[in-house]
């Protein structure tokens, strides 16, 4: 009986799960698969098939909006695509108003039909009808939509709100809308009482609540499967991920597509030709000239060719073999060279001289240049918009035309003999790793070795090993003495390029081992070496769980997998940890091994990226015995991948067996860097390094602002900050790695020379006020710890050495680039009235990353500093941050952030921070009238006008006496503050 009672209640459990919870699609736009090359791409609907296997059950609808249709090829595919709908089990599909665009009578023809859904949409002609509503887990779905200038006369859409008045007895309503917001929120005012959902195809953002109503937007082109709980107004939010599985019977409808696609060649010749409007293009139109292939070009411009057939352009067509996508024509278009032309690549001839992005892909047909080479019967320059009609933000989300087309450069020379590499071979390979558990750049790579580690397992030791210091051991006076009689000088261990941490500390002569991060690290590095001594084959598992969230409680972890808890905490303080530890660290202390990470490979330092490619490459070469596998491992899939002293490197055959990395001579860059010496943050190394790294043959010319002539030089390139960084011609333009720094890059009066505002530390061009300190950042920042840290500096500061210390919070806002009016509460902006030097008045708009209520606090926190004491403004400050620091501690990642602070009401913050900043009744009612009045805003006008002035690009900054302004705060640089603003 009680077995009976136990399986009743677990089947209530789910059935009420299932009740709660609605999974929902919309704007799919008939997308089969995602639409581009990358890798990564999200969307598809075999993967989202397996996706609704893992996700909770509950009511599986989509919000309208799945087609797309502008030719026979889209007409074709959208009738593969509602087809999924059956397959997948959808309750439902609502009518958007990109369905009522086609006629009545292909909405008819359509296999999903007795599933549409829609409320307030009729056949004009009364011949069939749409669900007006379904009920399904007790709550009723309606679709409501507006009415376009697109909507075909097959269809009568009547008034969304009339219709949504006839509901207004009903409960628990799930709406599925194609509103515009004006008859959204008109709707929603109607029925907000009985509605617990509305999936909004046009929503003005991804999660709102309209009148207490939660709004949300269901994603687009199917790369989202949306879950709504409306029982705690959860939503979850999964991607359709290129990892998963694609499901059988969805992958079947796919192919059954396109193979029906690849034998119709009326359907391969809908897409438009690329680059009609252009006038060599028109003269093949025209008859006056033709596509003739990239391989008539090499006679001329050899050079040129030799370098194109090194890149991705030249094989563009190979990725479209392998995913069997070669018949595609939104595909072949732009992997091709002149497509659809009548001369250029088609599918059905599949002509080999033009199967790749050639020559004439970017110059234009060549027959008339071919036959008589001019400059003005080939197009010499390639524009970026030439690039963007194929490297477009869904088919090429990365792209990025500096960088892209140095990639394609054609003056940069090719080498044909690779470097080679001597490596030690043994039967099993050694692998050591060195890291710091805390450190960030340890911990990445941790991430990326050990599923390596794993899939090598056979032929591969891996040897963690921590970096600390035994403080006891190297303070021992006989154990120095006697380390002093072996030492030999070590040659500098070579590093990898990837960045990481340096241990470089005074030793503790009270602790018993040190560590960059300190005694957390040293009990962190002692706790996974305990984890390995006891479950050898578990801790890379746990290490790998551990690292997701390293500061919080190790026994959760240890206990997820079901660990031995007391165990490990037994020999954590009875000396085995400390004497695995001890014996752990000492190969490191031999080897003088200081950076996290640090990689050996059979004893031999890995110098390359910690990438999977180039570590997977290392450790087969290093095998007596590779493995089929092995023998198949790429050298490289990035320049990135290729890296040598003094050397541009370059993978060609990118992710190819035949891979390997080529290595350039780099050309002479020359550089002079003004400096500021009053500075003492304003330090040059960090960026120099860098630049040293782009350009190995960099030589530097560095002097101090009071040279004669700099500041002239400064302030006819309109800079206002120090350290310059300025290149003395534009020969580091050809630099192959100048894309690399392109993003950095600033040019006025016939000079390049790096952005100011890119830099870490600046000292601004003005005069300097001692003691002055402003925290430029949003209310409801997540640095909010860093506010509390600043305030109990300040008066710390002021107590000791009785001054004042004139510090402000000044928010971070900006002036919107929407002009339009205010839309209502729900706008994002916040309107200001502001008065020119001529005495006219006009509106200015105002916005904050967290939009209208955010900007409300800042307003209430400058009236607060204007109106009242000095220490009740501090005290404000310090209990709000408080309280949005112990917010931001209990959010998890960015999709609960996004739901919690749309739900975030900072009312109750701003209450309790008067409380405790002791501001009475009396004051707050001042506060509140500032707030609401014209003076309130006019403070936030002045903050604009301010981080303006001070060109604040970034969250939070920190402006020091006015003149040295950081862009990111840390421990270290509040520990001299009290220097800087002392002024000695």
Not at 198 to 203: E, G
Not at 759 to 764: F, G, N, P, Q
Not at 796 to 814: R, T
Request: net charge positive; glycine share 4%; hydrophobic share 35%.
């Amino acid at each position: 009986m009680k077995a009976i009672v136990y399986i009743f209640a677990c089947f209530l459990i789910l059935t009420q799960s299932f009740a709660q919870v609605v999974n929902f699609t919309g704007n799919t736009q008939s997308y089969l698969e995602p639409c581009g090359c990358v890798d990564g791409m999200l969307g598809g609907i075999a993967r989202r098939a397996t996706l609704l296997k893992e996700i909770p059950k509950g009511v599986l609808v989509d919000s309208g909006n799945f087609t797309d249709i502008e030719n026979d090829l889209d007409l074709l595919r959208n009738d593969y695509y509602v087809r999924a709908y059956n397959i997948n089990a959808y309750d439902l599909v609502a009518i958007g108003d990109k369905e009522v665009e086609q006629s009545a009578k292909y909405l008819k023809s359509l296999k999903v039909f007795p599933k549409l859904l829609s409320t307030n949409v009729e056949f004009k002609d009364h011949s069939m009808r749409f669900n007006p509503s379904n009920v399904f887990a007790k709550k009723t779905f309606i679709s409501l939509i507006s009415k376009t200038e697109k909507t075909h006369s097959d269809f009568v859409v009547k008034d969304p709100v009339k219709i949504a008045k006839t509901f207004k007895n009903v409960k628990n309503l799930v709406l599925l809308s194609s509103l515009n917001q004006k008859d959204l929120k008109a709707v929603v005012s109607e029925l907000k009482s009985n509605l617990v959902l509305v999936v909004a195809n046009h929503s003005s953002g991804d999660f709102e609540w309209i009148e207490g109503v939660p709004v949300v937007h269901p994603g687009e082109k199917g790369k989202l499967v949306k879950s709504f709980n409306t029982a705690t107004s959860a939503l979850n939010t999964h991607e359709v991920k290129e990892s998963l599985k694609e499901e059988k019977q969805n992958k079947e409808l796919i192919d059954t597509f396109f193979i029906e696609v690849s034998k119709n060649s009326k359907l391969q010749s809908v897409v438009k030709r690329h680059f009609e409007d252009k006038e060599l293009e028109k003269q093949v139109l025209a008859n006056k000239n033709k596509f003739v292939g990239s391989d008539n070009c090499k006679s001329c411009h050899s050079n040129e060719y030799d370098q194109w057939k090194t890149t991705k352009h030249a094989k563009a067509m190979d990725i479209l073999f392998k995913k069997k996508r070669d018949f595609v024509p939104d595909c072949v278009s732009c992997h091709t060279t002149g497509f659809s032309y009548d001369s250029g690549y088609s599918i059905a001839k599949r002509e080999k001289w033009n199967q790749a992005v050639g020559c004439e892909s970017c110059h234009g047909p060549g027959l008339n240049h071919f036959q008589n080479p001019t400059k003005a019967n080939i197009r010499l320059k390639v524009e970026k918009q030439d690039c963007m009609s194929c490297h477009d933000a869904e088919n090429s989300p990365n792209f990025d035309y500096k960088s892209y087309h140095s990639l394609v450069d054609h003056k940069i020379s090719v080498k044909e003999e690779p470097i080679e590499k001597v490596i030690k071979k043994s039967k099993k390979v050694d692998l050591d790793l060195y890291v710091m558990s805390q450190c960030p750049f340890g911990i990445k790579a941790e991430n990326k070795i050990f599923p390596l580690v794993k899939k090598y397992k056979d032929f591969l030791n891996l040897n963690l090993r921590f970096i600390a210091t035994d403080v006891q051991g190297k303070l021992n006076p006989d154990k120095a003495a006697e380390k002093k009689k072996v030492d030999v000088p070590k040659k500098e261990e070579p590093k990898s390029g990837e960045p990481g941490c340096k241990a470089d500390f005074d030793l503790d002569p009270n602790a018993k081992f040190q560590s960059l991060h300190g005694k957390s690290e040293v009990d962190e590095n002692i706790i996974q070496i305990l984890v390995g001594e006891f479950y050898p084959d578990q801790q890379l598992d746990f290490i790998l769980e551990r690292n997701k969230s390293i500061y919080k409680d190790w026994k959760l972890v240890a206990k997820k997998f079901g660990m031995d808890v007391e165990k490990i905490s037994k020999a954590f303080t009875d000396g085995t940890g400390d004497k695995l530890f001890r014996e752990n660290i000492k190969f490191g202390n031999d080897l003088d091994i200081s950076a996290s990470p640090t990689i050996k490979i059979n004893g031999m330092s890995f110098t390359k990226p910690f990438h999977e490619i180039p570590l997977t490459y290392e450790i087969c070469s290093s095998l007596e015995n590779p493995t089929k596998d092995c023998l198949e491992a790429p050298v490289c899939s990035s320049d990135s991948h290729c890296v040598a002293p003094g050397k541009n490197g370059f993978c060609v055959n990118p992710g190819k067996k035949e891979s390997y990395c080529e290595f350039k001579e780099p050309i002479d860059v020359s550089m002079t860097i003004i400096r500021d010496d009053s500075c003492e943050l304003c330090a040059t190394g960090a960026m120099l390094k860098q630049m040293h790294t782009i350009f190995p043959k960099l030589t530097v010319k560095s002097v101090d602002k009071k040279e004669p002539g700099m500041q002239d030089l400064v302030k006819k390139l309109g800079i206002d900050r120090y350290p310059v960084f300025m290149f003395s011609d534009d020969k580091f333009l050809k630099s192959p790695k100048v894309k690399f720094i392109q993003r950095l890059l600033a040019f006025k009066e016939g000079t390049y020379f790096l952005n100011p505002l890119v830099m870490e530390i600046a000292s601004l061009d003005r005069p300097k006020k001692v003691g002055s300190l402003k925290l430029y950042m949003e209310a409801f920042s997540q640095g909010s710890n860093l506010q509390m840290d600043l305030i109990k500096m300040v008066n710390s500061l002021e107590k000791q050495n009785n001054i004042k210390i004139d510090y402000q919070f000044v928010p971070k806002v900006a002036q919107s680039k929407d002009r339009s009016p205010i839309k209502g509460v729900m706008d994002r902006r916040f309107e200001v009235e502001v008065t020119n030097p001529n005495g006219s008045k006009f509106p200015l708009m105002i916005e904050s990353r967290e939009g209208r209520k955010e900007i409300v606090e800042d307003v209430t926190q400058l009236c607060i500093q204007n109106k009242l004491s000095t220490a009740k403004y501090r005290d404000y400050l310090t209990s709000f941050s408080s309280q949005m620091f112990g917010f931001y501690s209990k959010i998890k990642n960015k999709q609960q952030l996004r739901i919690e602070m749309a739900k975030f009401d900072p009312s109750d913050y701003r209450n309790k921070a008067f409380k405790d900043a002791k501001i009475t009744r009396d004051e707050q009612v001042s506060i509140s009238q500032c707030v609401g009045s014209k003076e309130g805003p006019q403070y936030l006008v002045g903050s604009l006008i301010d981080g303006m002035g001070a060109k604040i690009v970034a969250s939070p900054s920190l402006l020091i006496n006015d003149t040295i302004l950081l862009r990111h705060v840390n421990k270290k640089v509040i520990e001299v503050l009290p220097k800087l603003l002392l002024d000695k």
